[in-house]
């Protein structure tokens, strides 16, 4: 079965920069389109960014346009997400999820805290 | 990116239906059939209970249904029971060129 584990979150301090990975398993990893979503605390769902199958394409929202960057290894079946620039309104649990115009598999998510 | 419409809270009795309505644009809920329903349960991650506005993944009751009329896509509970207490949330593909929109949740009380 689909398995998507993320890891790297922790507590960080504004202005910094942190890196999160999703380790995929259990399905064509180089056949998906991958996104990251996130939670703010008590609040909705948010779409981060997407990275196409082959990493050919890649989109973000206009709250982390050119501070994050979305990438995957698809020879080690995992999915990245480089955080720079981090501020207080970061702080969410990010997910990992499967698929484009159809998500139909979440990680469990991992929390990110920005706060000195 | 602006996001879709979402009552903030719905309830129903056991047995009852409940409807959630999801309401977009022609750019995105209009525009296309790829309007997806998650279910969030605290602490839990989201799951997919409808995509491509009615279907039904493997494994989720039939008591769930999906439907989409103009830019409004909708999510029907139906025979209600304890266990569908949780946070409900729409998310429409909006083109090729840009992430998807979520709309704000509902959060869905079994009275």
């Known amino acids: 079965q689909v398995q998507l584990v993320e890891s790297g979150g922790g507590v960080v301090q504004p202005g910094r920069s942190l890196r999160l990975s999703c380790a995929a398993s259990?399905?064509?990893?180089?056949?998906?389109?991958m996104h990251w979503a996130r939670q703010a605390p008590g609040k909705g769902l948010e779409w981060v960014a997407v990275?196409?199958?082959?990493?050919?394409?890649?989109y973000y929202g206009d709250s982390v346009q050119g501070r994050f960057t979305i990438s995957r290894d698809n020879s080690k079946n995992t999915l990245f997400l480089q955080m720079n620039s981090l501020r207080a309104e970061d702080t969410a649990v990010y997910y990992c999820?499967?698929?484009?115009?159809?998500?139909?598999?979440w990680g469990q998510g991992t929390l990110v805290t920005v706060s000195s | 990116q602006s996001g879709l419409t979402q009552p903030p809270s719905a309830s129903g009795s056991p047995g009852q239906s409940v409807t959630i309505s999801c309401t977009g644009t022609?750019?995105?809920?209009?525009?296309?059939?790829?309007v997806s329903w998650y279910q969030q349960h605290p602490g839990r991650a989201p799951k997919l209970i409808i995509s491509e506005v009615s279907k039904r993944p493997s494994g989720v009751p039939d008591r769930f249904s999906g439907s989409k009329s103009g830019n409004t896509a909708s999510l029907t509970v139906s025979g209600l029971q304890a266990e569908d207490e949780a946070d409900y949330y729409c998310?429409?593909?909006?083109?090729?060129?840009?992430?998807?929109?979520f709309g704000g949740g509902t959060k869905l009380t079994v009275l």
């Open positions: 022609s750019s995105d809920v209009g525009g296309y059939n790829y």
């Open positions: 998310s429409s593909h909006a083109g090729n060129h840009t992430l998807g929109v």
């Open positions: 259990g399905f064509t990893f180089s056949d998906y389109a």
């Open positions: 990275i196409w199958h082959d990493g050919g394409n890649k």
């Open positions: 999820a499967k698929g484009w115009r159809v998500v139909d598999s």
